[in-house]
């Protein structure tokens, strides 16, 4: 009587079917990744949404990228709003050594500036300006970051202010490519690295 012997296709099968998922989810989740980019990229903010007469009872600037600091001190100078606060400042740098980089000055300007020491992150410049506007009673504040920073900062910040209007002030560095982006690799390795940290912070707030 003739017997098969045992074989190890069943397992090979199977072997091959668990890789073929894992090839599948991996290949998937790089697509969806790859999208999600191209998305946050060409939908980052080209000008800003909101008139610049419109008043809130603060100005908040989020240190980083050129440009922020005299954008946020100019609309202070402009009465745009009644108080300034600069969060992530080095610990040892004075509101007068501030005005003097942006080649600004006056006791108006000094009297209405807060500067926050405490900030390392986008998560730290939320908690403490926070803390500020709710010793300050803030209700509305005018958020100054850049363009590329602007849709993470304003997921931390709605997140820790729920009650407070938010406006957004995106800046726009020179050195950041918005058109052709993909062909800039100082341009593209700054998009990742921000939309990573941005779907971070959104998985931290779901």
Request: glycine share 8%.
């Amino acid at each position: 009587m003739n017997t098969k012997e045992p074989t190890d296709e069943p397992i090979l099968v199977k072997h091959r079917r668990t890789l073929g998922g894992w090839l599948a989810f991996v290949l998937t989740s790089i697509l969806l990744w790859a999208a999600g980019l191209i998305w946050f990229a060409e939908t980052l903010p080209a000008q800003n949404a909101a008139p610049e007469t419109d008043m809130t009872d603060a100005v908040v600037v989020l240190t980083g990228s050129p440009g922020r600091l005299s954008a946020g001190i100019d609309l202070l100078a402009r009465k745009r709003a009644k108080q300034l606060f600069i969060s992530g400042v080095y610990r040892g740098v004075d509101v007068a050594q501030i005005l003097r980089l942006v080649k600004q000055q006056g006791p108006e300007l000094e009297c209405c500036m807060t500067l926050g020491h405490a900030a390392d992150d986008t998560k730290g410049n939320a908690t403490e300006t926070a803390r500020w506007a709710k010793k300050e009673g803030i209700q509305s504040l005018r958020l100054v970051t850049a363009s590329y920073h602007m849709r993470r900062s304003l997921l931390e910040f709605g997140r820790l202010m729920p009650h407070v209007q938010i406006i957004a002030h995106p800046i726009f560095p020179t050195g950041f490519k918005a058109k052709f982006w993909w062909r800039w690799p100082g341009t593209l390795r700054l998009l990742i690295n921000e939309y990573t940290k941005y779907l971070v912070a959104l998985m931290r707030l779901w």
